[in-house]
Every structure is written in structure tokens, then in C-alpha cells.
């Protein structure tokens, strides 16, 4: 009966409804969105971070309060880049690594800041992996802790074999998350931990 009412509350969440760039991910106000590459970005980045730009396919970039204070943060994030958080002044707040090399799909697809509802604004990033016979599009949730760029939750939210795509769904709600991974007929409850400020499976 439960995995039921969770699948059913996954199914008619509402408010506030999913953006059309992140279909999969429901209770997420997006207050600041980019889907558009840019060389630019992966320039800074490289000079950021010390690396090499990644290869031409640009990176993305915003600016957003991060934190709750009134200050607007810039995000700069590639896939094979990672994200990099500056502050107003333009210094280097925190940073996440980039992802593994694993097709030739691998790509950023959206970054997002927004209000989930939560003690602090969230940064949503979608990445698609694989090639082009099966790929799969993952979504990343962050939280800014202090100078800490924090994982908060990961999963699998669409996956392509040949012409088959299967969906899957985040659901955000206070204190806690649904999600059903893409070939999986429930959704399974997490809940934001204190101790390791991230998300755990209520097993």
C-alpha cells in the first residue's frame, strides 16, 4: 500500500509544476535556467580550474542567489569541466568535478538554480552519458553549505535504447524527495539528513 500511495503522489504532483527543460523533476521553482553552450564559459573555466577546455562543447552560466542572503552567485559548469561557484567580487566559492568520459552523447544539458522548497536555494544540473545506441540522462542536485558545494542526490531520470525511451521522476517536497528511476514501476522515498546534508533512501 505504500509504494502505491507514493507512486500515485509521484504521478499527480502539482505545485510548483516540472520546467519544460527539466521534465522529470516536479516541486522545483526555477528562478534562473540555461541550456545554451558557450566557448566563452569553457574558456573561463579552463583558466579557472587549470584545464584544458573541453573540446568545443562550450559551457553554461548564471547568476542566482545561492545561498539566501540577497547576493547573487555566478555558476559556471561543462561536463567536462565540472561547476565552478563564484561570488559577486568574482572569487572562487566552491567547485564540483567534472563527469566521466563515457560516449559520444556526454553532455550538460541544463543548469538551474530555484527554490525546492528547502532551507536554501538548489542547483539542478541534467547530464546525458552514452552514445548513440543507448544513453541515459541523469539529474544532479547541489546545495551551497558554507564554501561546500554539496551533493544533495543523483539518479537516472531517462534512459535510450535504440528507439526506446523510458522516463523516470523527482518529486522535491520539504525535507525529503520520490523518486522513480526510469524502468522502475514505484517510486522510493528519500529524506534530507542532517548529519551528511544530502538525501538518503528510506530503506
Known sequence: MRRLLLTVALAGCASPAASPDLPWLHGFNAVATTTTPSLVVAQRLAAITN???????????????????????????????????????????????????????????????????????????????????????????YGLRGRQLVLLFSGEVERHEGSTTTTGAVMLEPGALLYRAPQAEVARRWTFGIANSRYVEVR
Open 51 to 141: 584545464t584544458a577546455d573541453d573540446g568545443g562543447y562550450g559551457g553554461v552560466e548564471l547568476t542566482a542567489d545561492l545561498t539566501g542572503d540577497g547576493t547573487r552567485e555566478t555558476v559556471l559548469a561543462s561536463y567536462q569541466q565540472g561547476i565552478v561557484v563564484l561570488s559577486a567580487d568574482g572569487h572562487v566559492i566552491s567547485s564540483a568535478p567534472a563527469w566521466d568520459a563515457t560516449g559520444s552523447r556526454d553532455d550538460l544539458l541544463v543548469l538551474a538554480v530555484g527554490d525546492a522548497r528547502a532551507s536554501a536555494p538548489m542547483i539542478a544540473v541534467a547530464v546525458e552519458q552514452g552514445g548513440h545506441r543507448e544513453s541515459a540522462t541523469s539529474l544532479f542536485l
